[in-house]
């Protein structure tokens, strides 16, 4: 169950993070308060998931999530350029969470 909550806080540190663009410096009432509230709920799970995983694994993974969400996020939503080279990063980012995922001993 940790890992789904833990996964469900990096999907609303895209919501938080893509809503910085929007909120334009926080000026704009709705998009800032909604990246107020996903910031406040991604980090809330991930407190409730580091309950039960390693605090090191759960944010590399947090973090993971949302750097490659808001990166596709950026690339399919909002014009960014798509290049190889992000791709081919973007893939390696998804390795390496995927990869401290496995890493973890089952319990």
Do not use: N, Q
């Amino acid at each position: 169950m940790a890992w789904w909550i833990l996964f469900l806080a990096g999907l609303l540190e895209v919501v938080w993070a893509a809503g910085l663009k929007y909120s334009e410096g926080f000026t704009r009432f709705w998009p800032s308060f909604i990246t107020v509230v996903a910031l406040v709920a991604s980090m809330y799970l991930l407190s409730v998931a580091v309950r039960d995983l390693p605090m090191g694994t759960a944010y590399a993974v947090w973090v993971g999530i949302g750097a490659a969400g808001t990166a596709i996020y950026g690339m399919t939503g909002m014009g960014e350029p798509v290049t190889g080279m992000r791709l081919f990063f973007l893939g390696m980012l998804v390795v390496a969470i995927l990869g401290l995922k496995a890493s973890m001993p089952v319990s």
